[in-house]
């Protein structure tokens, strides 16, 4: 287990912003000494007990914290705390997911970074960028979402790399139709892609019609835009108008 550091409030001014750290979650609390003990109480319940995940045909297991499987991701907490199988046995079974796709979920619970030590975004097949995308919203982890999405902008930014027809059609086949991926795979192909070569007669891609009609309207509402200015082109400086968000809030989760 993990130890919590926190640094202790001021007994001059109860009110002074006091951060808590616990791993890679960071909780700003501002108020009494007893609402910072309750604050506490409430993050050293994120490392409470074990639960056992196995992910993919071959079962992979994964001891993952309960508390801080379920604050992530509503599917979890879902499962956990209910009356189901899941719950009682303190485990979950996800045969249909690829354990490379979990295990850097599970790097990600721990140490807030998509990325492994060392490991740099470029190095990534872009491929597994955007399948931990479609984890992420099929397991209802908002903030794992956010996480892929600034790796796809910033893959863009530092290296000019877009994904690969096939798996620009994976992502439409795999999230809702409102995804944030979606939008921002549209705007990334139609402002900085080459679509000529994206829409080839000879593309071996069988394209959904719904795709092709995404394009088809951010080809069209660019054309109507007129110049492009240096902030339109600007994805990271805009990369919060593709996260998800609290309901009412424009705040990311």
């Known amino acids: 287990m993990q130890q919590s550091n926190y640094e202790r409030p001021n007994n001059k001014d109860r009110n002074e912003e006091t951060k808590l750290r616990v791993s890679s979650i960071y909780v700003v609390q501002e108020g009494t000494t007893e609402e910072l003990r309750s604050s506490l109480t409430s993050a050293r319940s994120i490392y409470d007990s074990m639960v056992n995940v196995k992910v993919g045909p071959q079962a992979v297991r994964f001891e993952v914290h309960r508390g801080l499987l379920c604050y992530q991701s509503a599917y979890f907490n879902s499962c956990l705390n209910s009356t189901f199988k899941e719950a009682r046995e303190k485990a979950v079974t996800l045969d249909d997911e690829d354990p ?17 030590d060392e490991e740099t975004v470029e190095k990534v097949p872009y491929g597994e960028l955007l399948r931990s995308y479609i984890f992420a919203e099929k397991r209802l982890a908002p903030r794992f979402q956010n996480a892929c999405i600034d790796a796809v902008i910033l893959r863009d930014k530092v290296f000019q790399q877009l994904p690969n027809t096939e798996e620009t059609q994976r992502v439409w086949d795999n999230v809702c139709d409102s995804s944030p991926m979606r939008r921002l795979l549209v705007d990334l192909l139609v402002l900085l892609g080459d679509m000529p070569k994206i829409i080839h007669e000879d593309s071996k891609i069988d394209f959904s019609a719904d795709f092709l009609a995404s394009i088809i309207r951010g080809l069209y509402v660019l054309k109507g835009s007129g110049p492009l200015s240096r902030q339109d082109l600007d994805f990271w400086g805009k990369r919060c108008s593709y996260h998800t968000h609290e309901d009412g809030s424009s705040e990311c989760v």
């Open 100 to 116: 490379k796709i979990f295990k850097r979920f599970f790097t990600w619970l721990y140490t807030g970074k998509l990325l492994y």
